[in-house]
């Protein structure tokens, strides 16, 4: 046998029999969570200087003028990408706290469905409020 495959066969031993057996390790899962968590940064950068403006905006405005402000299609569309990327965005970054510095099971799967369902939870009843504005129901 070569040193090259012995090489190989040394570090497939090392590996945790259960991510052996998911197919698991260096660069299978963990590199799309990290883009996934790049791109949702990036995007709140812009979304949020938006929103900022458009908070700032409508800072001193009657009820009325900050509902229609809200309404304007392109704003709502905004409002909704900034809700789904800061929820997505929050539930990445909670994710790899809690796998990193919660050690027993349950406790980091019961952690990890509570974030997810505030998360979804959030998502809904701000886009149900944003598309009540926005429709004018």
Known sequence: MSANGQQ????????????????????????????????????????ALWFVVT?????HADYATARSIV????????LVAFVLTVCWHAVLGLQIVIEDYVHTR?????????????????????LMAVLHVALGA
């Open 8 to 47: 190989h066969d040394v570090r497939s031993q090392l590996r945790n029999p259960l991510k052996r057996a998911r197919g698991l390790g260096s660069a299978h899962s963990g590199v799309g969570h990290w883009w996934t968590q790049r791109v949702t940064a990036a995007a709140l950068v812009f979304l």
């Open 55 to 59: 908070v700032l905006g409508a800072l």
């Open 71 to 78: 309404a304007r299609p392109w704003n709502a569309v905004l």
């Open 106 to 126: 349950w406790k980091e799967v019961a952690l990890l469905v509570l974030v997810k369902f505030i998360a979804v939870l959030g998502t809904l009843a701000t």
